[in-house]
């Protein structure tokens, strides 16, 4: 297809089929498009700007988007993807994915001692502590129990969601069927 063609096709949105390979051509409830000069956005044959290359183009609302420098939040909203985030359905504008990252619709810095617990942001450092509930504890000494019940796990062992204490101290400990017993060579498996 030559320049001319194209310019034409993105400018007046005028399909001339004759000459197409059928595998250029799709349809869009029931009117036949050219798939590298338009997309079909939300039951409409839209032209796609002859700055985006026809891979990278994503229909977002009704618009037709370069899908390298923009995104669509749920479907309805663009963003920036270098700027922006889009953090369960909303964007965000505090930062990009270069240096922040969503907790629930809210964002953090991800240099930070921050985390994210269950949707929400706390002090915390992911290298060293875990979630449980909405607070972290240290991962070298404890664990969660059904994800909201610290324990020290040299001390107890969270066996089908309740916590035991270790019978006569820590050592190799295992959990089976809700009962907790100690490790052994015979036994191998629960």
């Not at 034409?8 to 005028?14: C, E, N, Q, S």
């Not at 949707?119 to 059904?146: A, F, H, W």
């Amino acid at each position: 297809m030559s320049p001319t063609s194209v310019f034409f096709l993105a400018t007046f949105g005028v399909l001339l089929m004759a000459g197409l390979a059928s595998s250029q051509i799709l349809t869009c409830r029931g009117m036949r498009y050219d798939r590298f000069t338009h997309v079909c956005c939300r039951g409409q044959v839209l032209p796609i700007d002859l700055h985006i290359r026809p891979a990278n183009a994503i229909c977002c609302n009704g618009e037709v988007l370069d899908n390298t420098t923009q995104g669509c939040c749920a479907g309805q909203n663009a963003f920036d993807l270098l700027d922006q985030l889009c953090c369960e359905g909303k964007v965000t504008t505090d930062g990009g994915p270069m240096t922040h990252t969503c907790c629930g619709d809210n964002t953090f810095v991800q240099a930070e001692m921050k985390m994210c617990c269950q949707g929400n942001v706390v002090n915390g450092n992911p290298m060293v502590d875990l979630c449980c509930e909405q607070e972290t504890i240290e991962r070298s000494k404890y664990r969660c129990c059904n994800d909201y019940q610290p324990y020290d796990f040299r001390s107890s062992v969270c066996c089908n969601g309740r916590l035991q204490d270790y019978p006569g101290g820590e050592e190799q400990w295992q959990c089976c069927g809700g009962t907790v017993f100690r490790r052994t060579s015979r036994v191998q498996a629960c």
